[in-house]
Nanobody, 127 residues
Framework: QVQLVESGGGLVQAGGSLRLSCAAS????????MGWFRQGPGKEREFVAA????????YYADSVKGRFTISRDNAKNTVYLQMNSLKPEDTAVYYC????????????????????WGQGTQVTVSS
């Protein structure tokens, strides 16, 4: 069982930055691939970014490439999402998920691949 707790959300103006964190309870955190998804108002949950267990591979949705960066610190059992140049359309509840995988470019964005989810953190970008 893995418990995930997201933090770092908030209200920011367009063009600003936020860094989200997702802390995991599992002692085997380094064996999990991790992903970030988001759900905007009236929208379905969508893939944002994912990172392999060792951090060597990362995957991004086209809508965030070049603006968001996913990273992880296995010593701290934490995965991060650095979000720069935020836009109003980035407004959403952001969730982190964990999976044993496999994760590759074809599967990283599939929600059903993830076994555990956090409760989400709200990000609001004002224009």
């Amino acid at each position: 069982q893995v418990q995930l707790v997201e933090s770092g959300g908030g209200l920011v103006q367009a063009g600003g930055s936020l860094r989200l964190s997702c802390a995991a309870s599992a002692r085997t955190f380094s064996r999990y691939h991790m992903g970030w998804f988001r759900q905007g108002p009236g929208k379905e949950r969508e893939f944002v970014a994912a990172i392999s267990w060792g951090g060597g591979s990362t995957y991004y949705a086209d809508s965030v490439k070049g603006r968001f960066t996913i990273s992880r610190d296995n010593a701290k059992n934490t995965v991060y999402l650095q979000m720069n140049s935020l836009k109003p359309e980035d407004t959403a509840v952001y969730y982190c998920g964990a999976t044993f995988g496999p994760v590759d470019a074809g599967t990283a964005g599939i929600e059903s691949q993830y076994n555990y989810w956090g409760q989400g953190t709200q990000v609001t970008v004002s224009s």
